[in-house]
């Protein structure tokens, strides 16, 4: 496995909050994806929103200087039915790039994200 990047970040709730009373529908709109602003009776929701916000600031720092994903390229899928957490990205050219992976935790205002981007096998 040759890993193209790894990315962390940690997002205070309370931050997310407070963006999401003073641009109630502008900040979901600007960092979701189309799936993710599917779930609109969770637009509202700071920790739903500082998740996604927090695995894409991940995201983008494993991917750059390689790829530059924009907030919509990347959907990020939670725990669903026993499966692991998944982030996709649909880019217009994903050059070198193989799985990703995510890991997300929380803790009382904090939301913590770790990404983990694997280049591409190529066979010889």
Excluded: C
Excluded at 55 to 71: C, D, F, G, I, Q
Excluded at 97 to 122: K, T
């Amino acid at each position: 496995m040759s890993i193209l990047g790894i990315g962390v970040d940690v997002v205070y709730v309370p931050r997310i909050a407070a963006l999401l009373k003073r641009y109630p529908h502008r900040l979901a709109s600007r960092i979701l994806s189309p799936q993710e602003a599917a779930q609109s009776h969770l637009l509202a929701d700071p920790t739903f929103i500082a998740v996604r916000w927090a695995v894409k600031e991940a995201a983008y720092k494993a991917l750059y200087p390689h790829l530059r994903p924009t907030w919509k390229d990347l959907t990020y899928r939670g725990l669903d039915n026993g499966h692991k957490p998944v982030l996709l990205y649909y880019p217009k050219d994903n050059g070198n790039l193989g799985e990703i992976h995510v890991s997300v935790s929380h803790d009382g205002d904090y939301v913590f994200a770790s990404v983990l981007v694997q280049a591409a096998h190529h066979r010889q």
